[in-house]
Each structure stands twice: as C-alpha cells, then as structure tokens.
C-alpha cells in the first residue's frame, strides 16, 4: 500500500464509562457494536477506511456489564473487511450473551451461512450508497441477492448501513425484501440533523417503519448530530420514530464509535441516559432494549 493511502487511525472509546442513571430492564440488548482485533490474531483488512485502537470482545462484555445489558449484537466493522473472524469468535466464544451479523462478498456460499447460523450468526450488513467509496468497506444490494434466498431461509436480518440520500429511492425494494425477511436500517438513517425530519428521505424511512416494514436502531445520534454531548437536534428524529411505531425500533451503543474524535467520543452511559430520557414508558422502553431485539436475534 502506498505511504499516502495509509488508513488513518482513529481514537478508542472512553476508558471508564459512567454507570446509567436509569438501568435498563432484565434482558436487555445494545442492538449494535463492533469489536476489533486483537490485531495480532485478527489482522485489520487491506484497503480498510480507518485503523482502530484493539476493541477486543472482553473489553466489549465488560461494557454490556457497566450498562447492565445482558445481551450485544456484535457487527462486523470495516476494518476487517469481509474477513469475519473477529465475530465468529466473539460469538462462539460468547453464546449465551452475543449474536452476530456479518459482512461478506459473493465469495461466501450459502452453506457457510447455515454453519454461520449454527454459531449465532443472525444476519448480513450492508452498503447503499450514493457511489463506490473506493475500499473495502461493504457490499450493496447485488451480493444480497445472491444470499436472499438462504437468508430467507434461515430467518436473518437485513442490516443497512443507508446513506440517507438513496432511501427514497430504494424504500420500493425494502418494503419487498421486508415480506421475506426483518429489515433493518442503521442509526436513524444518519441524516444531518439540519435538515429536520422533513427531509424527503427521512420521510420516506418513517413511512416504512410505520408500515411495519422496516425496523430502525435509534443508535449513534452523534452520526446526525454535532452537538455533542446532548445531541438536541437528533431528539426530534428519535421522537418521529417511536411515533411511527415503537415496535420497529432498537437501541445500541456503536462502541467503539469508529470516525469520531477523541474530542467528541461519547460516554456509552450517557448515551443509555439519552435513550431513557428521550423514551418515556416502562413498556415502550423494554419493547425497544428487549423484545424487539430477543425476537430478531436471540434465537
């Protein structure tokens, strides 16, 4: 690799984070994090977007134990490419408390999933995106249709990792994918909180999670929002979800927030204390930390 494409390396997450104000109940799920390495037994992916500090699980289950969530879906992360090693692991090593969903190109075949399936692999994660970003970083919609009918089969998820801009466009293809499988799209579709919850696409996401077609993870609000360490702008993004339909929706915490600085690194205990203030009701808050997640994934 060329010194000048040289991926960058990016900041870890807080060292300490603070207990919730608020625990969640019995059984709860962070819905959605990585783990990383150790680089020396997991190497990181050629043509990788960013280099991460080491996440490795252990320091991951420590975190769920802070929270007091009895469950994480771990996602595989760019910077191991389509090598998927690091969630296997995790999720074998760690049955009882983690599920995975993988990244992967048409390379894999469909009986690798079955076995992936039998070590607690519950879904595939990928791209939409407006253009090719030039590394390795996910795999669009023509690998999933290679994987369609296996996944159908097997019950997984559909993980979307959506550049807001391409929602309108695609939300066809969801809400018919959505008849065969669960559909997710990840961290409230990351629009730029500027532009409000009017934005076409925006709009376009809330009207599939109001039919039921889409569930949605009401994680990261720092990927819509710069006002940190609140993120105010976001709330209203959060609210017009659980309005849509609160039963299409999930919590996580991304740990360990890849692409954000040092500066700005949230505290995962502030962002549950977020979720519970920005989510009233007993009832609703265990439908979103708990059900909805023990139904896609706990299986």
């Known amino acids: ?25 019995l059984g709860a799920w962070d819905s959605h994090a990585h783990v990383f390495g150790p680089a020396d037994k997991f190497p990181y992916a050629p043509g990788r977007g960013y280099t991460p500090p080491d996440a490795p699980v252990e320091k991951y289950l420590a975190l769920l134990d802070r929270l007091g969530c009895a469950h994480g879906l771990v996602v595989q992360g760019n910077a191991h490419g389509y090598d998927n090693r690091v969630v296997l692991d995790a999720i074998t090593r760690f049955p009882q408390r983690l ?12 009986e690798a999933l079955r076995a992936w399936h039998r070590l607690g692999m519950r879904g595939l994660r990928f791209h939409l995106l407006p253009e090719d970003p030039g590394y390795v970083r996910g795999v669009g919609l023509n690998v999933f249709e290679g994987f ?10 559909m993980q979307l990792f959506c550049d807001h801009r391409v929602m309108h466009d695609v939300a066809p293809t969801l809400r018919a994918v959505s008849r065969e499988m669960p559909v997710i799209v990840d961290h409230m579709l990351m629009v730029p909180a500027g532009k409000g919850v009017n934005e076409p696409n925006f709009q376009a996401l809330l009207k599939l ?8 993870k009401v994680s990261a609000a720092y990927r819509l929002s710069d006002q940190f360490p609140d993120y105010p702008d976001a709330k209203p993004f959060h609210d017009a979800l659980l309005r849509a339909n609160p039963e299409r929706l999930m919590w996580g915490t991304d740990w360990p927030h890849p692409w954000v600085s040092a500066e700005a690194m949230p505290d995962e205990g502030h962002l549950l204390d977020l979720f519970m203030d920005w989510t009233p009701g007993e009832a609703v808050r265990r439908k979103i930390l708990v059900e909805t997640p023990a139904r896609l994934f706990g299986n």
């Not at 999670?209 to 949605?216: D, I, L, S, Y």
Request: charge should be positive; proline fraction near 15%.
């Open 1 to 25: 690799m060329d010194a000048d494409r040289v991926p960058p390396r990016i900041a870890g997450p807080v060292a300490q984070p603070k207990k919730p104000r608020v625990m969640p109940p």
């Open 99 to 110: 599920r995975g969903v993988a990244i992967t190109d048409a390379r894999v075949k469909p």
């Open 148 to 157: 369609r009918k296996t996944m159908a089969e097997l019950g997984w998820v």
């Open 209 to 216: 999670v109001g039919e039921g077609h889409a569930h949605v």
